[in-house]
Each structure stands twice: as C-alpha cells, then as structure tokens.
C-alpha cells in the first residue's frame, strides 16, 4: 500500500524551527519525488516543496523560499522538512504525498501530479507565542 507517514508537529515559537518526517513502512520511498503540501484551517490545500528521488532537484513555495529546507536520507527511507524561522501564518497540518513524475516547480504550485492514494495523516504544526 502506498501510503506515507507524516510526524514531527507541534508547537513552536514564531521565529523557531521544527523538523518533520515523512516515512513508509510497506515501499520504498526512493523510487518516488515527494512533496510536502499544508492546509491551513479555512483555507485550500498548497504546495509547500517537493525533492526528487535522487535529491539532486527541489522546489519551493515563495512563501517558505529561504525558511524551509527539504532534504531525503534514502538509506532511512525518509524525507524531512526543517523548518525554520517560523511564522503565525504557517500553522497547518503539513502532508507528504508521492509524486508521480518529477519535482517540478508545477507541483508546488498546481498540486499536479500526485500519487492521491499515498496521502498521509498528516502532522500538525501550530506556531504561537
């Protein structure tokens, strides 16, 4: 089954950082880009960055450009998502989801070309002081 497993939410500070994973027990993580996406409550679903399955190509939303770093560790079988220099306006819960094709910038910002059905729980993230 192709699902993901998102953890590493919480509280954090506005101007803190928090790191999440993004993991799969029943496949191999390596054979796909991932993509990080957030909802925030009252509003739709964005694209927050994608890596590719190498990790050599990686996107960004604007919002999150210079703020949040998205990095893989193929032999774990895991994608993060560091986040840093945290504001109000990124409390969300935060999804992985696989990719279908390639880590293009089309991802981040048309939520085109997801595997739909490797859609996990997701992880909670709140940011306030």
């Known amino acids: 089954q192709l699902q993901l497993v998102e953890s590493g939410g919480g509280l954090a500070q506005p101007g803190g950082s928090l790191r999440l994973s993004c993991s799969a027990s029943?496949?191999?993580?390596?054979?796909?880009?991932i993509g990080w996406f957030r909802q925030a409550p009252g509003k739709e679903r964005e694209g927050v960055s994608c890596?590719?399955?190498?990790?050599?190509?990686?996107n960004y939303a604007d919002s999150v450009k210079g703020r949040f770093t998205i990095s893989r560790d193929n032999a774990k079988n895991t994608v993060y998502l560091q986040m840093t220099s945290l504001k109000h306006e990124d409390t969300a819960i935060y999804y992985c989801?696989?990719?279908?094709?390639?880590?293009?910038?089309?991802?981040?910002?048309?939520?085109?070309?997801?595997?739909?059905?490797?859609w996990g729980q997701g992880t909670q993230v709140n940011v306030s002081s």
């Open positions: 029943e496949f191999t993580l390596n054979d796909y880009a």
């Open positions: 890596i590719s399955d190498s990790g050599d190509t990686t």
């Open positions: 989801v696989a990719l279908r094709l390639l880590c293009r910038r089309a991802v981040v910002l048309y939520s085109v070309g997801l595997i739909a059905d490797s």
